[in-house]
């Protein structure tokens, strides 16, 4: 099969595109997965230019998010069958082979039956920010209805999902942006207060939209 192949760290030129072996046969728990699609993120750009968490096991496929067809299943698979579209988030970081290839190995644990109404391409974009905003709202944010949540950066990829996953809590959501496009979008994805925190001192407007309360609970996707 082909797939895009890390040969060493630096810059986008050493990702080389290289005929390889297929993966083994899936075992147990295990699915084939023939890629349509796979996801670009933050992490993955961060690993090729500085290097995986394996070192010793280059060169490396990178890519964490993706999505496709199952094409065989393992012996204990009891959740999917051959032919099911999916999407998900696995490997990538240097052990496990990434989803920058055209067929890959998953976990069934991993796995969740790709949604109708998205493609391949869009449900390829969705893995990784969504696990990042639901831990940080749900699990560790602990957010409740009826909450006022702060999320900076709200028209960005984890931001803009951190909105939607906010609302469908029954939360109240307080956004920072700094276009008027951008206040336009967050709108429409549910932010009850819209902060241009390029005009407006942000913690002033969070306090003047919660009648002096602050919020329940600050998401920063931003900074350090």
Same mark, same amino acid.
């Given at each position: 099969?082909?797939?895009?192949?890390?040969?060493?760290?630096?810059?986008?030129?050493?990702?080389?595109?290289?005929?390889?072996?297929?993966?083994?046969?899936?075992?147990?728990?295990?699915?084939?997965?023939?890629?349509?699609?796979?996801?670009?993120?933050?992490?993955?750009?961060?690993?090729?230019?500085?290097?995986?968490?394996?070192?010793?096991?280059?060169?490396?496929? &990178?890519?964490?998010? *993706? %999505? +496709?067809? /199952?094409?065989? @299943?393992?012996?204990?698979?009891?959740?999917?069958?051959?032919? $099911?579209?999916?999407?998900?988030?696995?490997?990538?970081?240097?052990?496990?082979?990434?989803?920058?290839?055209?067929?890959?190995?998953?976990?069934?644990?991993?796995?969740?039956?790709?949604?109708?109404?998205?493609?391949?391409?869009?449900?390829?974009?969705?893995?990784?920010?969504?696990?990042?905003?639901?831990?940080?709202?749900?699990?560790?944010?602990?957010?409740?209805?009826?909450?006022?949540? &702060?999320?900076?950066? *709200? %028209? +960005?990829? /984890?931001?803009? @999902?951190?909105?939607?996953?906010?609302?469908?809590?029954?939360? $109240?959501?307080?956004?920072?942006?700094?276009?008027?496009?951008?206040?336009?979008?967050?709108?429409?994805?549910?932010?009850?207060?819209?902060?241009?925190?390029?005009?407006?001192?942000?913690?002033?407007?969070?306090?003047?939209?919660?009648?002096?309360?602050?919020?329940?609970?600050?998401?920063?996707?931003?900074?350090?």
């Amino acid at each position: 099969m082909k797939a895009v192949l890390m040969t060493a760290p630096g810059s986008p030129e050493v990702l080389q595109v290289r005929e390889i072996a297929n993966p083994l046969p899936p075992q147990n728990t295990e699915l084939l997965v023939r890629l349509k699609a796979a996801g670009i993120n933050p992490i993955d750009t961060k690993l090729r230019k500085r290097g995986t968490f394996y070192p010793d096991k280059m060169p490396a496929i &990178l890519g964490c998010d *993706g %999505a +496709g067809i /199952v094409e065989a @299943v393992g012996s204990g698979v009891k959740r999917f069958n051959v032919g $099911d579209e999916v999407y998900f988030c696995n490997g990538g970081i240097g052990s496990h082979q990434g989803n920058y290839a055209e067929s890959t190995t998953v976990d069934e644990r991993f796995l969740a039956a790709k949604p109708k109404s998205v493609s391949f391409v869009e449900a390829a974009a969705a893995p990784l920010v969504l696990i990042t905003a639901w831990e940080a709202l749900y699990e560790r944010g602990r957010l409740s209805p009826g909450e006022k949540v &702060l999320i900076h950066a *709200g %028209a +960005g990829g /984890v931001g803009h @999902v951190a909105i939607q996953l906010a609302k469908l809590k029954g939360a $109240d959501v307080c956004t920072t942006i700094s276009t008027p496009e951008k206040a336009d979008f967050v709108k429409q994805l549910g932010a009850d207060f819209v902060i241009n925190y390029k005009e407006t001192d942000f913690a002033k407007a969070v306090f003047d939209c919660t009648n002096g309360e602050g919020v329940d609970l600050a998401f920063v996707t931003v900074g350090g």
